[in-house]
């Protein structure tokens, strides 16, 4: 309930800034690539129940038109949005910390910068990104 009565003080557009919140067009763009085949074919290898997805991504579009043609008497849209886009965030957050393949440096290698391996030397130098720059380098 306190999070009404701070958000009742300000307007609508400095709402979605303050809130971090994305365009209506996103959330439209979200629905549309839901519903297409490549959408269900992505779903169905997921293990999501047909239109389930779409559904959420409706709601959430209709959700942030409501708020922007009257943002007085749509706060819950707001919200709602703005608990999505807070769950994205924990998602992507709990993602990265359960990741076990990667161990993650505090500072780079002491020999970063260190001369390449001849054999990679050698691979570069027959790359085309390598002739394309250096043009009068002899093969």
């Given at each position: 309930?306190s999070?009404f009565?701070?958000?009742?003080k ?130």
């Amino acid at each position: 309930m306190s999070e009404f009565k701070s958000v009742e003080k300000l307007d609508g557009q400095k709402l979605f800034e303050e809130f971090n919140l994305l365009p209506c067009d996103h959330y439209e763009y979200e629905f549309k690539q839901c519903s297409t085949i490549r959408g269900k074919f992505l779903q169905y290898f997921r293990g999501e129940k047909p239109d389930h997805e779409c559904k959420f991504y409706q709601d959430l579009f209709v959700d942030c038109l409501k708020y922007q043609r009257d943002p007085s008497k749509n706060l819950n849209s707001l919200l709602r949005l703005k608990d999505y886009e807070n769950e994205l965030v924990k998602r992507r957050n709990d993602c990265k910390a359960k990741n076990d393949v990667w161990k993650l440096r505090k500072e780079p290698p002491s020999d970063w910068n260190a001369p390449l391996p001849d054999w990679a030397e050698d691979n570069l130098r027959d790359s085309y990104w390598f002739k394309s720059r250096n043009k009068n380098f002899p093969n």
